[in-house]
């Protein structure tokens, strides 16, 4: 295996796009790219995620992208992996480039569905669940993540400003991030009174439809020693699985996707919880930040509420989780949600998070969920 | 690198599925699984394509085939690259395992569609090409290819026998293919009555709709000593795009893509096209299988029709072609087919092809392509 680093990283302000996904792609990718130090003919395999290319009426994404790049000739694949899609690309390129199959890899993730009507766009994303199972029956993502909550409440006693907290320094954060979608706070008054969507999740539990793109660029240490910016040296990439269906599941309050992938990263980075100084995990919904911050190993199951209660993962917490506002205030374009947590970790270990910059830390973790925990990434991030 | 084989393959019958998609790719997958003489718990990633997933409402399929598997902690990632979405899952596969990061893959390609009316199901097969510039103005693939047929019969004055050769050719095998969509012969007359569909193509030089499932196991051969079948050893695994859309190809005759790809496979197998004994190629249409004999180095430009119309690619020819009966005959359930032309070599190679068997075969090459040849796929495959 050859050490392998993230030499670039680009995002587009995530909300509504008004040009298409692939010109968003190419925009995305070209400033990676450039953030790099490299060409485009330095890239030698593009890979996309677009997982609801089916809005834009556009598969096989790769080729286009590659042709405006101006490298026609290199390869490409789409990799799906529901939400987990752009990480599940990164893993991919990772493991090119570690094998050393490839110097330089490509990665972007894009999503545009705000041009569909809701009902649409609703039926699109229900598509990540299992269908004769779960959508065709009525059971969509706020639904599937509001038993997680209820199971969650029922087991821990979880208090509604348990999961407010998620909301309120998510929104904090993401005030701060011009990527963000959301780029305004809230207060624990305004998410208590905002209107339930799925008992006992409310409007500020869940994060929204958004349009965005982000791109990374994986490349070898000895064929690129001197990127422009700090690398990011992947210490544990590492994909997972899980049951596909919660109703088949021995429990409720958890992913056994993300125990699984946070246990093998540990290993794979040799290190331990202790060792990370902030993470970028999956919030599409607050309970979801606050069973990742236990299934990552972070805090013993029931606790990560009240200590999010306390503000430890706050910016200037013992622990910052989520500084780019996470899902929840940044946006979740599904496919380009995996990506962008690397484009935070990037700008973060670049000094360029501005008013969200969390102090300096050697080592990052991002956590990346497919659907209700199917499919789970956690990658490590070290210095150089 | 490692040396990889392909240790296990299986196909259901393509043509119209009764069952479910995620029903299809659980069924051949444990039968590809069974072929190697190993068990789900030895799969370390599943690799699934699944293009058109739409069409059942379903995406994020590996978490669902793995449950389905007993293996639901194995991670898997749906790989799309248009036609050549299994072979490009299958590159993914042979690069982990080569790479040293799996001992065993699984590649699954998937597609079901004949429950869908025909004008729904041609707008899903429609997104492979480039939406703005080619469908959104009407140009779906049979128009597309008939360009090329047009462009090559205008260069090389082509007649109509030599694409009706293919068809014949093809449809001749697939009679003798217990897989094949078609297992009916076509005569000569037959082809030249069929009616145009578009100029110059006619019925019978298009590949049919179907649905399908194909798998295959992918293994190293250091961890897999002793298949149960003769297994196929990858000497070449390589993917390539090109230009995406044909309007902005400096020819039309051919696909550059496939040239590139056959030149590299060549150089990566060190071997030339006459150390080759059969091939599969990609016929969606009977130009393509013309276009690719050549563009892979088998024939020069404007030759391979002729050929094709004096047997040489015949089952008992000097160069069988598609013995399987191709697209054309065996079918294209789109993402299945890159996988099937594996499971093609496979019983080849292991004496199961019944009547279509061709003779004692050291070498064979497999050549899927993307859409109109924006990806493409060749892999070569030797004997251990």
């Not at 295996?1 to 040009?19: C, D, L, Q």
């Not at 993730?109 to 649409?120: C, F, I, M, Q």
């Not at 979801?288 to 029931?302: K, M, N, V």
Request: with cysteine; aromatic share 6%.
């Amino acid at each position: 295996m050859r050490e392998t680093w993230v030499v670039g990283a680009a995002s587009n302000r995530f909300g509504k796009m008004a040009e298409s996904g692939r010109e968003a792609a190419a925009t995305v990718a070209l400033r990676a790219i450039e953030s790099a130090g490299l060409e485009p003919r330095d890239i030698g395999m593009t890979f996309v995620s677009n997982a609801f290319g089916i809005a834009e009426r556009q598969a096989h994404l790769g080729p286009l992208l590659n042709t405006a790049l101006g490298i026609p000739e290199v390869p490409s694949a789409t990799i799906e992996s529901a939400c987990s899609s752009s990480s599940a690309a990164l893993h991919e390129a990772y493991v090119h480039v570690a094998g050393g199959f490839l110097d330089a890899a490509l990665v972007v993730g894009v999503e545009k569905l705000s041009h569909l009507d809701t009902l649409t766009a609703t039926s699109y994303f229900a598509i990540g669940a299992d269908y004769p199972f779960e959508a065709r029956n009525g059971a969509t993502f706020p639904g599937l993540y509001a038993t997680i909550a209820s199971a969650y409440r029922q087991k821990y006693g979880t208090r509604p400003e348990e999961l407010g907290a998620v909301a309120v320094k998510n929104h904090a954060n993401g005030a701060r991030n011009p990527h963000a979608h959301f780029q305004k706070e809230i207060t624990m008054d305004m998410y208590l009174r905002s209107p339930v969507i799925a008992s006992p999740l409310r409007l500020f539990d869940c994060c929204p439809f958004s349009d965005g793109a982000a791109a990374i660029v994986v490349a070898a240490r000895e064929r690129r020693p001197s990127p422009v910016g700090e690398p990011l040296v992947i210490r544990a990439s590492v994909r997972t699985g899980s049951i596909a269906d919660m109703h088949d599941r021995p429990g409720l309050t958890g992913l056994p996707a993300s125990r699984l992938a946070a246990e093998r990263a540990f290993r794979q980075a040799g290190l331990s919880p202790k060792e990370i100084q902030f993470l970028e995990v999956h919030d599409c919904f607050t309970i979801a930040e606050i069973a990742a911050l236990e299934d990552l190993g972070f805090y013993p199951p029931g606790t990560a509420g009240r200590a999010t209660r306390e503000g430890e993962t706050q910016r200037d917490g013992r622990l910052p989780v989520n500084p780019s506002g996470g899902l929840k205030a940044k946006g979740h374009p599904v496919s380009a949600t995996g990506a962008s947590q690397v484009v935070e970790i990037f700008e973060q270990f670049n000094g360029l998070a501005g008013g969200r910059q969390v102090p300096h830390a050697e080592v990052a973790l991002a956590h990346n969920v497919g659907a209700t925990g199917g499919s789970c990434s956690v990658h490590i991030f070290g210095r150089r």
